[in-house]
């Protein structure tokens, strides 16, 4: 059925935007992946090469208009990528994580493809991503820090080190708060449960968390003071 005869300008416009737009741009690329992948010029690699080729230079001609479609675009380079290579490098890894770990919400569909990835690279089959949660996170992160920035009195700049990273049994905590300056450093599970809550003091000194008692996997950790939220970040637990 032609679009002339849907008689809904919203409709129409979604249609023409799809013709001209990013929204299009990307659907018909993953159309064109997953026909490379299921043709016969796999079995030439000199075509196949050459076809996917073709695809990146596509890729990389779009120009992403937000966010979402800036990671559209960085996925799709990956999967690019590894066809062409059949290789994973640091690189590679540190991204997927990256992106499997970041909120979907606001990051869009690569998010999901990205956490198909990260179960095959890091062979993890058992976290459980909790979108609700990883966003909120994300986002009351965001709010604390705009909030502290409109206090002039407020040192912002704070600073965590978190190592070994991944760890077993324990790991070592030091911060860039100010000397005799305390805060809280809490840990959550990525369902969204504290699990941990340890005091930190600043200066040179050095604070053990012990997570022998905690399950493998990836952890959210948080520094704080006086309900100030300064830094974040991810601990892998792999015993």
Known sequence: MGTDSI???TLISFYQNYDTLNIGNFQRLYDSI???????TMADSALFYTAI??????????????????????INNFTLNYLLTDTVNADDSS???????????????????????????YHD???????????????????MRIHANTDTTATINKQIAVFPNPAADKVNIVTSL?????GVIDLYNIEGVKMKEIQVTGGTITSILQIDNLADGVYLYYLHTNQQ???????????
């Not at 939220?229 to 015993?239: M, S």
């Open 229 to 239: 939220y300064y830094a974040r970040g991810k601990l892998v637990i792999a015993k």
């Open 53 to 74: 080729n073709n695809l990146q230079v596509k890729n990389n001609s779009f120009k992403p208009a937000i966010t979402a479609e800036t990671n559209e675009q960085l």
């Open 178 to 182: 100010s000397l005799n300056e305390t």
């Open 34 to 40: 997953a026909v490379q992948l299921d043709s016969t």
């Open 95 to 121: 991204f997927i994580y990256t992106m499997a770990f970041s909120c979907a919400y606001s990051n869009g569909p690569a998010v999901y493809t990205a956490r198909s990835y990260y179960r095959a690279i």
């Open 125 to 143: 089959d058992t976290t459980q991503f909790n979108d609700d949660t990883i966003c909120a996170y994300a986002h009351g992160h965001r709010m």
């Open 7 to 9: 008689g809904d300008s």
